[in-house]
């Protein structure tokens, strides 16, 4: 049986596990190093060959591990904010939209629109009062809710917006798949190859991705559930922590919180947080 993980990082150990495989991994390369107290691993997958050994579109996929139980601090909050600016390559004043995925009354796929919640939004205040808010990066947020609530894919809503609101960026957010236990709410991956809502879980929407939204996408993302099926099951069976609750809480503070500190580096941890908390 295949396991389903969402993980760049994770899908790498797995095929170094696998039968056979000792040689060294083609078209991929990656490397690991700590930062500011938070383990970083970050995987470049550079060709077809990488694509097909990993399962993973070609681009570069950064797995930050959530030190201690989770809580967002300004080191965290800055070695997250750190991967997420380098790939959204940011070189001045550019807009950015962020995009909340999942359903917020559903714990396990709540990361998104929490996470969505909590970042700082300017746009409407640059065209309110450009006087004082000219020199500010303008950022919105959308929580596009999920099609059983809203009768809509949420990929049209967003292309709608994108092409209505025209950001430079757009960062999205959603809660993924692992496929062991030791990662379910403990890391969080950050990648420019965009992302396939539901996939780990075998319910595949529209991506969401610069092909199909036509702007350069960062895909933002934290596993909160693991398929615990048995040998030889075919239907798949998703777990989720006990405490998942809190756990989802604590990562969609620490997301918004990183992604604050990409989109508005000259301002600290705690001059945000007055204004989003």
């Not at 139980?69 to 004043?93: C, I, K, N, Q, Y």
């Not at 596993?223 to 756990?247: F, H, I, K, S």
Request: net charge negative.
């Amino acid at each position: 049986m295949q396991v389903r993980t969402d993980l760049a990082e994770e899908a790498q150990d797995l095929w170094k596990q696998s039968a056979g495989k000792t040689t060294q991994l083609e078209g991929v390369k990656a490397r690991s190093w700590e930062d500011r107290g938070v383990r970083r691993h970050q995987v470049q997958i550079l060709d077809e060959r990488g694509e097909k050994a990993l399962g993973k579109p070609k681009g570069t996929y950064e797995t930050l591990w959530v030190p201690g139980d989770g809580r967002p601090t300004p080191e965290a909050a800055e070695a997250l904010g750190e991967a997420v600016a380098s790939l959204l390559d940011l070189r001045g004043g550019e807009s950015v939209l962020v995009v909340g995925l999942g359903n917020r009354d559903m714990t396990p796929d709540a990361v998104g629109p929490f996470s969505a919640g909590g970042v700082l939004v300017t746009r409407h205040l640059r065209k309110q009062l450009p006087q004082v808010f000219a020199a500010m990066r303008p950022v919105s947020a959308l929580v596009p809710g999920v099609l059983g609530t809203t009768g809509v894919e949420s990929a049209e809503i967003v292309r709608s917006v994108v092409e209505a609101t025209r950001p430079d960026r757009v960062v999205v957010v959603d809660a993924l798949a692992a496929g062991g236990a030791d990662r379910l709410c403990r890391v969080i991956q950050v990648t420019d190859a965009g992302i396939v809502p539901g996939s780990g879980v075998g319910n595949s929407r529209a991506a969401f991705s610069a092909e199909t939204l036509g702007v350069p996408v960062v895909a933002v993302g934290a596993p909160t559930v693991m398929d615990a099926r048995q040998p030889g099951e075919r239907e798949p069976l998703m777990v989720t922590p006990r405490d998942v609750d809190a756990r989802v809480r604590r990562l969609a503070s620490l997301i918004s919180a990183g992604i604050n500190a990409a989109l508005f580096p000259d301002w600290s941890y705690d001059e945000i947080a007055q204004f989003v908390d």
